[in-house]
């Protein structure tokens, strides 16, 4: 690796000159006019217009490290990568004449030189065009910019369920239930469409701060019965995660019951903290899947409604005519556990910023080389309808309860009823009919009566 060398401050204004930002910004340009004057190195100018919130810190260490070409991609603007895909990066960007804040997935050349590779991303391209819903990150645009492929995506402040489940540990099964619930509605949906995800895990889960929850990265996504899709599978490749990987998704043989195995995979992964298989290798791994008896979310924790520990059961069965065959007959039988209240899960904070001026060194600018870096923000815009949805799930399910109290109550007062009607009918026959010798007995018994 070479060594780098700070800029100038010459240097760094040539280098955002270059970039175009100037031109779309007046309120940038005027920044730069008048803070270059006061700043004596490319650091601190950098770190002012950041202060400023004229530059987002990726951009001001593009330009300091003079990664500039990626900065602008078609009509939108990058502004902060903010995680990997399937194929590529993710980045936070803006429109650059509507000002729309959309998620940009990026696929470099490199990786789109194969016939399958390309057929893949227009597979995926299409089938997040086809679906429209609260659950699932919608998709706006396609195309492909300076050897570049792209999918624009709407975008949210969120976290995805494997970064909550890393800070906060395993969740309620009220949490759980909701969210699984949520993701349900959304692949009801798409299995619809006739759209299978392939791919369902809690980093596929995003959660805003509302609660609401949606389905992203279609990466993997195909149409079923879709006749020559079969090639885009290699011989020997699994597509799909293996803690969460269908026994039948071992031999590419893929309808949306896949999806229900990987979601009841999620479930468990949500209410117990562990993944349910947790042997050393890869090939162990897909063997349990194929072999192993589902583990049961009741050795984990005894906390949670047998009713769920049997649904978790049935959506992990080996054989997929044994699992629910459809979403909705899972969100159906989600819907009969009793919830006292939904629980919403809060997000932690942002952590606070590095100093910038190692920032501006060190951060890793590159579009599409490969990152560890976990998604914290992806795509989604509109939050209310997916609340909606929620509650209108969670209104049912205390709707129900309430129903369940009401017949309840009714049973108490019946049989209130039955035995008042039985005691009537005994003293009625005690009176019209007394035994011999009675009044005498209770007269004694009741004593004197006061005068």
């Not at 939108?76 to 903010?82: D, E, T």
């Not at 692949?187 to 759209?195: D, E, N, P, S």
Request: charged share 25%; hydrophobic share 40%.
């Amino acid at each position: 690796m070479g060594i780098f060398m700070a800029p100038s401050k010459t240097d760094f204004l040539r280098r955002l000159q270059k970039s175009g930002l100037l031109e779309l910004d007046d309120a940038l340009a005027a920044a730069v006019v008048a803070l270059s004057a006061e700043q004596a190195d490319a650091a601190g100018l950098a770190k002012e217009l950041v202060q400023r919130k004229q530059l987002t810190r990726f951009q001001a260490a593009a330009i300091y490290q003079n990664k500039t070409r990626h900065l602008m991609l078609g009509n939108y603007v990058l502004l902060n990568r903010i995680g990997e895909g399937g194929m590529g990066q993710v980045f936070r960007a803006r429109h650059q004449r509507m000002g729309r804040i959309v998620a940009l997935k990026l696929i470099p050349a490199e990786k789109m030189r194969s016939e399958t590779a390309r057929q893949r991303f227009q597979r995926e391209s299409r089938a997040a065009a086809k679906l429209d819903h609260p659950n699932i990150v919608r998709a706006f645009d396609a195309g492909i910019e300076q050897d570049i492929s792209f999918l624009v995506m709407e975008f949210v402040e969120g976290q995805d369920l494997e970064t909550l489940l890393r800070h906060q540990g395993r969740l309620s099964p009220e949490q759980a239930v909701n969210y699984i619930t949520q993701a349900a509605q959304g692949l009801k949906y798409a299995h619809a469409q006739g759209v299978i995800h392939r791919d369902i895990k809690p980093a596929n889960m995003l959660v805003t701060q509302d609660g609401a929850l949606k389905i992203l990265d279609m990466g993997l996504a195909r149409f079923e019965k879709t006749d020559g899709d079969s090639h885009l599978t290699q011989a020997g490749e699994i597509m799909g995660t293996i803690d969460y990987i269908a026994p039948e998704q071992i031999d590419n043989r893929v309808d949306s019951r896949v999806d229900m195995y990987s979601l009841g995979c999620t479930l468990f992964r949500l209410v117990t903290g562990s993944v349910p298989y947790q042997e050393e290798s890869v090939m162990k791994k897909l063997l349990a899947h194929r072999d192993a008896a589902a583990p049961l979310i009741s050795q984990y924790r005894d906390d949670v409604p047998r009713q769920l520990v049997k649904i978790c059961e049935r959506m992990m069965a080996k054989r997929p005519d044994e699992r629910f065959q459809t979403m909705e007959q899972l969100i159906v039988a989600l819907e009969t556990i009793r919830s006292d209240e939904s629980e919403v899960v809060e997000l932690g904070e942002t952590l606070p910023a590095d100093d910038l001026q190692s920032f501006l060194h060190n951060m890793t600018v590159e579009i599409a080389v490969d990152s560890k870096q976990t998604s914290n923000n992806i795509a989604v815009e509109s939050l209310r309808d997916s609340h909606t949805a929620s509650s209108q799930t969670l209104n049912r399910v205390r709707q129900a309860k309430a129903e369940n109290w009401w017949y309840y109550l009714l049973g108490v007062v019946c049989v209130v009823l039955l035995v008042l009607m039985v005691l009537g009918v005994l003293m009625f026959v005690n009176g019209t009919s007394p035994k011999p010798g009675a009044e005498e007995k209770a007269e004694a018994g009741l004593g004197t009566p006061d005068k």
